[in-house]
């Protein structure tokens, strides 16, 4: 009799309806590596939890750890393959051996404003070449992103007015295309994550960096600096989270859940980080940072330097037996279509 019951239990659970159990709660793990009140987690990651929470009526949550605490910015693929967390900030540059098509979203001079080229990344992760030679591949699953406005050259003595003042200059990169960029212009590259850039350079080390104008004031780097450049794109960075493949085999509910908020954050958030770079650059200046847009002969001089960087890059790749020239293209379409394809 006793064993009756639990059989017809069994046949009764499993003929139940499927949104029985997908409103189970479920609670997943993300991590990053920045500090906490970064304005990329407040514009990009807080606001996507927090949709997907309202969208699943409470079902889904999150537990959060930034600033490093379960792992540095290079180790987040791995975490995130090995089921460490469920959803990690994985920049591609950190992991440019995995990730290198990636950083056709990196490459200097190719957009102006950080929606071109969010909007065109998003494509090509979600569904175009990217998506299908590294994400796939890696067995993870893009979930948002932003790609940041295009880096200006930020130092902290030097100031650059024409290509002989890049000579030598020892300055901060995310590696691969971000060297190249360098390189060209006769600058030496010194590869780190951005959480270390601040020690490097305190202690003279380094010269300056490329970087976005708020990612120099949320890693207190405005105390540091005193130049930026204006008028030349020096490249870029891609902001991305994502989730482990496994993972991701969620019911139909959740997942719609976290793909419409994903198409919902990804031109908000893209379009505020393009407001906020207006609003950091003027806090840059009353804490005494110049901005001395380049002289017109300096920005045709380096645009010809860095004219070749993109057809570098991918010649390289495909000479590794990578798609890169596949995705290049892609990718100069969709910024010609306006990320729609």
């Not at 071109?116 to 175009?128: D, I, S």
């Amino acid at each position: 009799m006793k064993k009756n019951k639990v059989w017809a239990a069994a046949v009764f659970a499993l003929a139940l309806p499927v949104s029985t159990f997908q409103a189970q709660a479920l609670e997943l793990k993300v991590a990053d590596s920045f500090p906490a009140g970064h304005y990329l987690v407040r514009l990009l990651l807080k606001p996507w939890m927090d949709d997907v929470t309202k969208r699943t009526n409470g079902a889904v949550t999150f537990t959060y750890y930034p600033n490093q605490q379960i792992g540095k910015a290079a180790d987040m693929l791995r975490l995130t393959q090995s089921g460490v967390v469920d959803i990690g900030y994985i920049g591609p540059s950190y992991v440019s051996d995995k990730m290198p098509l990636s950083e056709v979203a990196q490459l200097p001079g190719a957009f102006e404003t950080s929606c071109q080229g969010t909007l065109a990344y998003w494509k090509t992760a979600r569904e175009g070449v990217l998506a299908k030679q590294e994400y796939a591949p890696n067995k993870i699953k893009l979930l948002f992103e932003v790609v940041l406005p295009p880096y200006q050259v930020v130092t902290a003595k030097t100031k650059v007015d024409t290509t002989k003042d890049m000579q030598g200059l020892k300055l901060r990169t995310t590696g691969g295309a971000q060297d190249l960029t360098l390189r060209a212009l006769g600058a030496v590259p010194v590869r780190m994550a951005a959480p270390d850039a601040y020690e490097s350079l305190s202690r003279g080390t380094m010269d300056g960096l490329l970087f976005p104008m708020e990612s120099v004031v949320a890693y207190g780097l405005d105390k540091l600096v005193k130049h930026a450049t204006e008028g030349v794109s020096f490249g870029s960075f891609i902001v991305a989270y994502s989730i482990n493949q496994s993972v991701w085999e969620l019911p139909d509910d959740v997942k719609k859940a976290m793909n419409e908020a994903s198409e919902a954050i990804e031109p908000t958030a893209c379009a505020q980080v393009d407001k906020e770079t207006e609003t950091t650059r003027k806090h840059l200046q009353d804490q005494g940072v110049s901005f001395e847009p380049l002289p017109e002969a300096t920005r045709a001089e380096m645009k010809d330097k860095l004219k070749g960087v993109g057809k570098e890059w991918a010649s390289g790749l495909d000479s590794r037996g990578k798609q890169a020239s596949a995705a290049l293209k892609e990718f100069e379409d969709l910024l010609a279509s306006g990320g729609a394809k």
